[in-house]
């Protein structure tokens, strides 16, 4: 299910004193079945922009075309829309509200007017999704469960609705290392096993490098640059200028190239730097 921008324009409060340009004209394609990071510093129109794929904003100007419908067309229904774009808000598990974990995941697919033996197929498949076990929570409140857990929970909630896009922003905010890793490997699997279109918004250039097939930076409400990691990362003067930056082994790979003029400064992954490490440690070797 691929997405299709164009000159998509987006003005908060405008012809009022406090007018303010949130998206300019910006345009591109998110191919289906790919893993899209979005990065940008705060302000920059990441928010704005998720907020439009599935029609919880309208745009001043321009559009956007899912499997070639233009979504804010009067004709289309908002809530078909986003049957097929999921969002993962920022804290997610904040909306929890169910007596149970399996009540709260049945909330969505219930409000499709589905029978209850699909829903429940619903709530087992998107559960075990995220990798927790139906019977082992199912009847659980879902504030007895760890913060991973929980944000599980509600990932699973938007999973249950069977979405073919689905838009995180900073899923991982808040946990800890390890609940981070599992959330990240949970979303990586959804994209390889599930072919969804996955977009993931965050801060953390480390979990873009290791994730991601492309790159979309965000800048005053313009697309900066859209590209695979490694053309992204290999203009670090320009990311840092617009207040972002490269991986932290990208940095050390840098400083290594100035001992060994071989080094490939271009790596953005620790398995990467582990390879050109060891490259270096056999040169000096045979020196």
């Known amino acids: 299910m691929s997405i299709e921008i164009k000159e998509l324009s987006h003005i908060y409060s405008e012809g009022s004193p406090f007018e303010s340009r949130a998206l300019d004209k910006i345009s591109g394609v998110i191919e289906k079945g790919s893993f899209t990071g979005l990065i940008g510093h705060t302000g920059s129109g990441k928010s704005t922009f998720i907020q439009h794929l599935n029609v919880l904003l309208k745009p001043t100007s321009g559009q956007i075309i899912i499997d070639g419908v233009d979504i804010n067309d009067k004709d289309v229904n908002p809530k078909s829309v986003r049957e097929k774009v ?49 019977e082992k929570v199912k009847d659980k409140s879902p504030f007895e469960l760890s913060g991973g857990q929980m944000r599980r929970v509600a990932i699973a909630g938007v999973l249950a609705m069977k979405p073919r896009i689905l838009i995180l922003d900073e899923p991982t905010a808040g946990l800890d290392p390890r609940g981070r890793d599992d959330i990240l490997k949970v979303i990586k699997s959804l994209h390889e096993n599930e072919r969804i279109t996955v977009i993931l918004v965050s801060h953390s250039m480390e979990d873009i ?79």
């Open 209 to 287: 490098a290791k994730f991601v097939d492309k790159i979309m930076v965000m800048y005053r409400g313009k697309i900066e640059i859209y590209d695979v990691p490694e053309k992204v990362f290999s203009q670090a003067e320009l990311l840092e200028k617009i207040g972002l930056a490269v991986p932290q082994v990208t940095y050390l790979m840098r400083e290594l190239k100035k001992i060994d003029p071989k080094v490939n400064q271009n790596v953005y992954t620790v398995d990467q730097a582990q390879e050109e490490i060891v490259k270096m440690i056999r040169r000096k070797d045979n020196a």
């Open 86 to 134: 999921g969002l993962v808000f920022q804290y997610p598990e904040h909306q929890l509200f169910e007596e149970t974990v399996e009540k709260d995941v049945a909330y969505g697919p219930g409000n499709l007017g589905l029978d209850e033996n699909e829903i429940a197929d619903r709530v087992k498949n998107a559960l075990e999704l995220v990798g927790l076990d139906y």
